[in-house]
Every structure is written in C-alpha cells, then in structure tokens.
C-alpha cells in the first residue's frame, strides 16, 4: 500500500524520478539535506524559536503526512543530528524505537528522523553530529567576535544582524498558530532563510588588529560542517539515497557538500515538502465537506 502511494504521489505532483533526479547516474549518491527547527526547543542556539509542541494530535498528523512525503524519496540511510560511536555511527536510540515513542519525545530526530527510517523498514539510523571535545574550541566562537567588534568599534554590525535574525525568529514562531509544519520547512528550505549563511557571512567584517575574528568564526563553522559531511562520506555507498535531518544552520554548507563533491548529487527536499502541503490542504477540504 505505501509503494502505491508513492507511486501515485510522484505522479500527480511531478515528482517522477526522471524529474527530481534528472541527469544522474546510477552509482551517484543522491543526499537531500533537510533543515529543521528543533522541535524540543533546548535553547541551545544564538537564536531560539519558541516552538508549540508537535505531540498534539493535529501535529502528529502533520508530521505523518511530512514522512509521507519525504519517504517518496524513499531513503537507503537516514543520518541525524546527534553524536553516535564510529566507524557505522549507528544510533543505539532507534533500534529501540517503538510508534509510541512518537507520543512521548518531541526531538525532530525522533519525530522526522526515526518516523520515516521505521516506515520504510531501515535497519539503522546514523548519527553524524561533530561537537567540539573538553579543552578544544568551540566551533561557534561567537565571544570572540563580540569582543573584537567592541575594541574595533564595530558592534553595529552584531546589533543590526541580531536584530534581523531575532526579529526573523520571532515572526516564524508566531506564525506556528496558522501554520503546518509542512510549511514552515518549506521557509527554512528556502535558499534564502534568514538563519541561513548570510547570518555567517555578515560577521565576516569583523576585525581588530591581526584578529580576524569573523572569518575566524566561519573557518569554525566550516570545520565543524565539513567535518559532519566527512562521517556521511565514511557510510555512503554507491547507489545510495540519503536523507540528512539537521538544524537549518548547518543546511548551507551542507548543500553545498553534496551539490559539489564529486559522485554527489544533492536533491532539493522542497518540492517533496510543497507535495506534504498539498496533501494537508485536500485532507482539509475532505474534512470541511
């Protein structure tokens, strides 16, 4: 019944696979990268959403019809945001996944991740997350850059960038109340996101004396996505069809990895999402006849 869907669902919304993956060859690995808001809103970012639970009925049908959707991609490895043991970087977590897990755990790993890994029958989930280890740097040095854009007399430039983002932030959250989750991805998708590189990019400026403080924090930044991207290359096989499920931050470089390494090729997670609104939207008119 599910390939029926999928077959039916690639069908009417132009989702073919001659169409989404046109021009590539059989052994490419295709990696579509899905960015998301953290769902379970540990306030762990410079700016937070403040998120309304996803455990209510309404949105657990939303997420049902997400993974629907998404799964028309139908995955070979799933890889998430958390940190698992390497070499296989397998995700001990979800091998013990049970549907009433869904109920329970709000984390877009579980509720994205784990949802559509299970609906298709996947042994694993990997977790490929890189976090700074005791005494190293962390890979978001942001102190660093408050600091030298007070002694350069720049902090204008962190004042006007968080001012944009924060209030960004703010009208995304507010929006939750007449919005799916559905198309809220499909903003944090969009190529020009306001979390999205052009935050990191507009700290670049920020210099005092020898201290290139900015581009110091993006050769972070860049350190820590290549580094994530490195454990996806250690697992991927030719063939393979890979759905990354990460913060919306990382999304930038993480398209750009897959767009431009050799053997890659990256699928835009978009028209599969504009396909789960679209399915929302009948599933509404069904209900208002």
Known sequence: MKRIFYSVALSLFGLSSGSVHAQTDNNDIQVMILGVYHFSNPGLDEHNVEVDSVLTPTRQAELDTVARALAAFTPTQIM???????????????????????????NE??????????????????GIDVQSAAGEEDYFPIDKV???????GQTAILDELNEEVGGAVARFGESQRTRSIADLLLEINATDFAGGQAYY??????????????????ARWYARN???????????KPGDRI????????????RHFATTFEG?????????LE?????????AQRNRR
Do not use: C
């Open 243 to 254: 759905l990354v499920v990460y913060g919306a931050g990382h999304t930038p470089w993480l």
């Open 80 to 106: 998430v945001e958390t940190v698992a043991p390497g070499p296989d970087y397998r995700v001990a977590e979800y091998e013990r996944f049970s549907p009433e897990m869904l109920q329970q755990d709000p």
């Open 146 to 152: 408050r600091s030298a854009a007070a002694k350069s």
């Open 264 to 272: 890659h090729r990256y699928v835009d997670p978009v028209p599969y």
């Open 201 to 218: 990019d507009a700290m670049l400026p920020i210099i005092t004396g020898e201290d290139l403080a900015g581009a110091h924090l993006n």
């Open 226 to 236: 290549v580094a994530i991207y490195a454990k996806l290359m250690r697992n991927a």
């Open 109 to 126: 790993i579980v509720q994205i991740g784990y949802r559509i890994a299970d609906r298709l029958g996947l042994a694993h989930v990997l």
């Open 275 to 283: 396909l789960a609104r679209n399915l929302e939207s009948e599933s």
